[in-house]
Structure formats: C-alpha cells, structure tokens
C-alpha cells in the first residue's frame, strides 16, 4: 500500500553534509503517513534517526543526531528529506526511510512501521 524510495546518501569526509531524500507513494485506504529515518550499522541494531508527522509540523530526534540533522517533508507532498550537517564517522551506517500510518509514543521503535525503503549507504571518513 505504501512504497517507499531512497535517494542521497553516499560517501562524506567528517564535518561535512549528505542529504537524503525519500519519496512515498500510497495507495489502498492508506491517505496519510508519518515518515521515520532509522540507521543501521553493521553488528548493530536498527537504530532511530528522526521522524516527522503527517503535517511536517512535527519532528522529534534521537540524542545522538539532534542539532545537526534535520527532518523535513515537502508540503503537500509525502516526501520526506534528512538534511545530515557536521558529520561523523559513527553515523555511517544504511539510513532507511520508514512509514507508518498513525503517530504515537513508540515511534523510536522500528517495530512501530509498515513501511519501509530499501536503504542507502551513508559512510563518513575521518
């Protein structure tokens, strides 16, 4: 019902920028979704990046990325953006896009999402 693709991401010297960009296309009696970025890094588990509400107006951060990342949607529109500012070598992992139809207070949890992109690498070198 919902298809999400990924583009960005790539290879970035530490301190520099990526932006990641992830377009979703709905159908069925899906209208409306919530957008999610999560990572993950080899030997780790999926990990929680930022994810934004059905309006945009409303985005929430894991610690290790609040001030220098930003989510963002386009308005209208159901396509999310991670603009990734003052990289560091730790954030390189695949970054996934994920959606889910409803915002509630397990939205850290990867289990929460219906939907999710194929992935794009994001490696940072020191």
């Known amino acids: 019902q919902v298809q999400l693709v990924e583009s960005g991401g790539g290879l970035a010297q530490a301190g520099g920028s990526l932006r990641l960009s992830c377009a979703a296309s709905l159908g069925g009696s899906v209208t409306s979704i919530i957008m999610a970025w999560f990572r993950q890094a080899p030997g780790k588990d999926r990990e929680f990046v930022a994810v934004t509400s059905w309006s945009g107006t409303t985005t929430y951060y894991s610690e290790s990325v609040k001030g220098r990342f930003s989510a963002s949607r386009e308005n209208g529109k159901n396509t999310a953006f991670l603009q990734m500012n003052s990289l560091k070598p730790e954030d390189t992992a695949v970054y996934f896009c994920?959606?889910?139809?409803?915002?509630?207070?397990?939205?850290?949890?990867?289990?929460?999402?219906?939907?999710w992109g194929q992935g794009t690498q994001v490696t940072v070198s020191s």
């Open positions: 994920a959606a889910g139809t409803y915002f509630s207070s397990d939205y850290r949890f990867p289990e929460k999402y219906d939907f």
